[in-house]
């Protein structure tokens, strides 16, 4: 059912979607580069910070082991086949997620853009294809149970995640949140 192929798919990618929102709500403080510059631009810039990294590797980690205690009760009650998150699923997918968003501003500074650029796709994605493929490598068994016995969760994540990370951007650039609507 169609329905329950995108409710599986953004669930077990919750882990990797709310590090990049807590990164921009409670980050801050000393960026991870340290100021350093790499062929005239800052390697990754001000708006990557230690604070921000690890605040949102906490969140979703957090989220994670809360999902896991409720995946039995919440597939006893609506008999949809959600995946639970062993530790190592949940740290894969969060700390993918921090590191996406992190090569992303590497490549954004590597082809001139300033921080708070745009890059579009690169933006929007950056931190699920990051967080897939770390979860790939960690937990392949996991991985291969939730996506690749039905790819089209592969796709629901990949048309999705763009709409709701513009969505949540949109949102925090009302409430004054971030500064940039993207
Ligand atoms: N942030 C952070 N640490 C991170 C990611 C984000 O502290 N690892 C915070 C920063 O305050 C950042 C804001 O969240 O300015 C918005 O994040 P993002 O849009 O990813 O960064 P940009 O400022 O746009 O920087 P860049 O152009 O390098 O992506
Ligand atoms: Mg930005």
Known sequence: MVVETVVVALWAMLPAYVPNNAA???????PLDGG???????????????????????TGVALGIVLDAAQPALVAATG?????????VTVALAAGAMLGDVLASFLK???GRRRGASFPVLDQL???VVALAIVAIV???WFGEVFLSEPLRLV????????????????????GLKEEPY
């Not at 921009?24 to 000393?30: D, E, I, K, R, S």
């Not at 709701?164 to 949109?170: I, M, P, Q, V």
């Open 126 to 128: 950056d931190f699920v």
């Open 109 to 111: 500074r590597r082809t």
């Open 156 to 175: 629901v994540v990949i048309l999705a995640t763009p709409l709701l990370h513009l969505g949540t951007n949109a949102g925090a650039y009302l409430l």
């Open 139 to 141: 937990a392949p068994a």
């Open 24 to 30: 921009v709500l409670f980050g801050g403080g000393p």
């Open 80 to 88: 949809v086949g959600l995946p639970g998150f062993p530790l190592g």
């Open 36 to 58: 350093r510059q790499w062929r005239g631009w800052r390697l990754l810039g001000d708006g990557k910070t230690w604070q921000g990294t690890a605040v949102g590797i906490a």
